[in-house]
């Protein structure tokens, strides 16, 4: 036996992206003693700048962007009771198919290898026992997900310790359900058009694939203010227009599918870390 706490860690591309897919988990475990690590990867620089200014606008200055955006995932990290951040700093790819993507020195850009040796470096010294990152889509195809996905699993492969692996997801149904309820709070809204739908549709996974559900209702408030922390992203935080209250109606479930395992848990599990403990 040890006294070393267990130790989740969870890899993200972005400042804003640890509370919106494991906001509850971090909070959650936090609460439950277990030492919580966010590594975040790129420094959020493709994001809005004050006033709403987007990339590439007159007065959009990156390294300003990624200085406020720090200070916004420390308050986020409080929110949430982080115990261990880490940024790795590479700058911010931006949306698929945006000049950034190409841009020197953009995470997108960055040798895998070279990624995964400096998070293989993070995992030696922290030694976590369970690890969060995307799917091989990262989600929905961000650029910046896809790569931190693919760095996670090269550091893996590097290590020997024998983590539970966890990718993000959602259920379907609760992405339509989502849909609808930005429907009733933005009754102005466009549909999308055909193309776009069919994309949506494809995001997240029919509920019997999901291996793990863990209950955050507890910690959906926390989540919403660690969201809101990234007040210069409120725009494109959508979730956050629609009131704490929805919010954790819609939000006090995170689920995730279970890719490694040493443990033989049962499947389905209502908790990441079990087997563990």
Same mark, same amino acid.
């Given at each position: 036996?040890?006294?070393?706490?267990?130790?989740?860690?969870?890899?993200?591309?972005? =400042?804003?992206?640890?509370?919106?897919?494991?906001?509850?988990?971090?909070?959650?475990?936090?609460?439950?003693?277990?030492?919580?690590?966010?590594?975040?990867?790129?420094?959020?620089?493709?994001?809005?700048?004050?006033?709403?200014? @987007? =990339?590439?606008?007159?007065?959009?200055?990156?390294?300003?962007?990624?200085?406020?955006?720090?200070?916004?995932?420390?308050?986020?990290?409080?929110?949430?009771?982080?115990?261990?951040?880490?940024?790795?700093?590479?700058?911010?790819?931006?949306?698929?198919?945006?000049?950034?993507?190409?841009?020197?020195?953009?995470?997108?850009?960055?040798?895998?290898?070279?990624?995964?040796?400096?998070?293989?470096?993070?995992?030696?010294?922290?030694? =976590?026992?369970?690890?969060?990152?995307?799917?091989?889509?990262?989600?929905?195809?961000? =650029?910046?997900?896809?790569?931190?996905?693919?760095?996670?699993?090269?550091?893996?492969?590097?290590?020997?310790?024998?983590?539970?692996?966890?990718?993000?997801?959602?259920?379907?149904?609760?992405?339509?359900?989502?849909?609808?309820?930005?429907?009733?709070?933005?009754?102005?809204?466009?549909?999308?058009?055909?193309?776009?739908?069919?994309?949506?549709?494809?995001?997240?996974?029919?509920?019997?694939?999901?291996?793990?559900?863990?209950?955050?209702?507890?910690?959906?408030?926390? @989540?919403?203010?660690?969201?809101?922390?990234?007040?210069?992203?409120?725009?494109?935080?959508? %979730?956050? @227009?629609?009131?704490?209250?929805?919010?954790?109606?819609?939000?006090?479930?995170?689920? %995730?599918?279970?890719?490694?395992?040493?443990?033989?848990?049962?499947?389905?599990?209502?908790?990441?870390?079990?087997?563990?403990?």
């Amino acid at each position: 036996m040890t006294d070393r706490p267990l130790t989740l860690m969870a890899v993200h591309a972005h =400042p804003d992206d640890e509370a919106t897919g494991t906001g509850g988990i971090l909070a959650r475990y936090a609460a439950e003693g277990v030492r919580t690590v966010l590594v975040t990867c790129t420094d959020g620089g493709c994001g809005d700048g004050p006033g709403g200014v @987007k =990339p590439g606008e007159p007065g959009h200055d990156p390294a300003a962007v990624a200085a406020m955006r720090r200070e916004e995932l420390q308050g986020s990290c409080g929110i949430l009771g982080v115990g261990d951040l880490e940024m790795l700093g590479y700058a911010d790819s931006g949306m698929a198919g945006w000049p950034s993507n190409d841009a020197p020195g953009s995470f997108w850009r960055t040798p895998v290898e070279e990624g995964a040796a400096r998070l293989a470096e993070l995992m030696r010294h922290y030694r =976590p026992d369970v690890v969060v990152t995307y799917d091989e889509n990262g989600f929905y195809g961000h =650029p910046d997900h896809i790569q931190a996905h693919r760095i996670t699993m090269a550091a893996l492969e590097l290590v020997t310790l024998t983590p539970k692996v966890y990718w993000t997801t959602a259920p379907r149904s609760a992405m339509r359900r989502m849909g609808e309820v930005f429907r009733e709070v933005f009754p102005d809204m466009p549909e999308p058009d055909p193309a776009e739908a069919a994309a949506m549709a494809e995001i997240g996974l029919p509920e019997d694939e999901i291996t793990t559900w863990v209950d955050t209702t507890a910690f959906s408030g926390r @989540k919403f203010d660690a969201l809101a922390a990234h007040a210069s992203q409120g725009e494109n935080i959508f %979730f956050l @227009k629609m009131g704490k209250e929805r919010f954790g109606e819609l939000m006090g479930v995170e689920t %995730f599918v279970r890719v490694r395992d040493t443990t033989g848990a049962e499947l389905p599990e209502n908790d990441l870390f079990a087997g563990l403990r």
